[in-house]
C-alpha cells in the first residue's frame, strides 16, 4: 500500500502516514467508503469541518493495465446527506499512485474566506495561496496551472459553483488537452472542496519511480489477454469508439425508453437530432476530435472534442447524459445550444445530469419555456454570474423544485435520476432507488441485459429478474470502481467468463497476491455494507430507498409503470 497524504486546510500543514491495516488493499470507492465510514461523523454537516474530502487511485491504477486511471473522490454528499463516491478519468489517479500516494484527504476548513491551491510533486507538498484564481471558471484555471506547473500535470478544481458551496458542484480534472473535459459530477462534491477553499491541486509525477509490478511477464500476458477482450467486443471495440457514449441516444430512443419532457414519455421526436450519429457527422465536418481517452492506456477511447459553427473549440467529453438532460429531458432539439450548456458545466463546475433535470424541472414551474435552448443557456449562466437565480438552479433538481412549488421533481435521496426511465429500463430502476449513492445510473447499470443484450436479457418492461439483475451489477460495479478500473470495461466482461479471472490475474501479478473471482465480489459486497451502514447513521431509512410518485404513472409507449414494493426493492442490497 502507499501512503495516506493527509492535508488540514485551517492549518495548511500536510503529513504522510503510512496507510493502516483497516485500510488495507483497499483502493478507489473502496478506500474512500471505508475511510469515510470509520472517520467522518454521519450526521456532520456536509459543508462543516468535520467532513473530509477523499480522493483515492484505484488498486490498479498507475500500472500499465488498460483502462485503469479512474479517480475516486469521496465525501459525504451535500446533495443526498449520505456518503458518495464519484469517479472520473484524467490524469491525477495515475500520478497519485506513481507518488505512492494511496488517498489524499483533505480535513477541517479555515475560518477565513483566503482560497488555497496544492501542489503535490516527488519532492512533496506545497500548500499556496489561490485568491488570484478565486472567481474564475475551471478553463481558465487550468490554462494557467498547466502554463506554470506543466502540460503533463494533473489537475483538480471547482469553478464558480464550488466557491457558492452549491449542492451540484462539480470537482473538474483536466483531460488529456489540459481542459475541465471530466468531471467527478455527482452529489455536490465541490461544494465540499469549496467549504474547504481549496480551489485547485496539482499533482505531478515528473521523476517518480516507475510502479512496481512484481510479476511483470504474467502481467503483461494478462493485460494483452485484456486489450484484446476490450477490442473484441462489439460495445468497447466499435459502438463507443465511433459514436461515444451518445451511441445511445437512437438506441435508448427506439428501445421506448428516452425520459422526455419530465419522464412524460419514451420517445423524443428530435432524437436524430441530438443522436450520435448526428454529433459524430458535426465533429468530423467541424474539424473537431470524433474519438479520444480520458487518459493514457485507455483503449476504449469514448471521448471527443466538440467544434462550433465556426470550426472553434466548444467542449470535451461531450457524453449521452448529459445530452439527454439537456435534450430529450427539456426538449432542446439543438445540439450546439446543448455542447454550449455542457460547456458552461465544465466550466462554472456543475453536474451535468443534475443540471439538465433542473432546468427541466424549471420549466415545469413555469420559469422558461419548454425546449428553449436559449433561455436555458441563459439559466444557467447565472450560475457563473453569482446570481440568485443560478443558485437555486446550481443546488439541482430538489432544491429546484422546492423552490418552484413543483410536484414533478424526478430524484432519488433528492439526487436526479439519470437517462433511461425506471418504468422500462426497471433494472436500472432497482438501481436508482436502492444505490447508496442516489439516482445512479452508474451503480448498476441494468441497461446492459434490459436494452443492449449484454450479460444475458432481462425483459426491461416486467418486474421479474431486475432485483436480481440490479444486485450483481451494483456489487460488480462497486469492485471495479475500487479497482480503478473504467466502467465501460463492464460491457467486455459480462460477456467474457475470462473478463473477472483476466482483472484477477493483472491484480495478482502487481501486487504477488492469489485473489479470486470470488474475493472481487466479496469486496464488492462489503463496499456496499459500509456505503449502507453510513447512510444508515445518517438516518436514511427504506423510506429513502423508493422512487418518486410521479413514477405510478403509465409511461408510453410501453405503457408500464413502477410496480416494486418496498420489500422487494430491500432485498436488493441484503447480504
Ligand atoms: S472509455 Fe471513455 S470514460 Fe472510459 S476511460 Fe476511456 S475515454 Fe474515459
Known sequence: MGKLLRINTKTKTFTFEETPETYAGLGGRGLTSKMILEEVPAT???????NKLIFAPGIMSGSPAADTGRLSAGAKSPLTGGIKESNAGGLVSQKLAKLGISALVLEDKPEDDDYAMIVINKDGVQILPANDLVKKGNYDVMASLWDKYGKKTGILSIGQAGEQCLKAASIQQADMNGRPGRAHGRGGLGAVMGSKKIKAIVVDDKGADRLEIKDSEAFKAANKRWVEMLHNHPVTGEGLPALGTAVLVNVINEAGTLPTQNFRRGRFDHAQDISGETMADTITSRGGIPTEGCHPGCVIKCSNVYHDKD???????????????????????????????????????????????ALGVAMEGGMLDWGDGKAAIDLLSKVGAYAPEGKIIGNGAHFTGEALGVARVPVVKKQALPAYDPRSCKGVGVTYATTPMGADHTAGYGVTANILSVGGSVDPTKKEGNVELSQGLQVATAAIDAAGLCLFVAFAVLDNEDGLPTICQMINAQYGLSLTPDDVL????????????????????????????MFNDEFPPHNTTWDFSDADLQKTLDF
Open 44 to 50: 456532520c454537516h456536509p459543508l462543516g469541518k468535520n
Open 311 to 357: 470550426g472553434k473549440y466548444l467542449t470535451s467529453g461531450f457524453e449521452y447524459e448529459t445530452i439527454w438532460a439537456f435534450g430529450a429531458h427539456t426538449t432542446i432539439k439543438s445540439l450546439d445550444d446543448i455542447a454550449m450548456m455542457d460547456r458552461l458545466c465544465d466550466d462554472f463546475g456543475l453536474d451535468t445530469i443534475d443540471m439538465g433535470v
Open 522 to 549: 466479496e469486496l464488492g459486497k462489503q463496499i456496499l455494507r459500509d456505503e449502507k451502514e453510513f447512510n444508515k447513521r445518517a438516518g436514511f431509512t427504506p423510506v429513502d430507498d423508493k422512487l418518486p410518485e
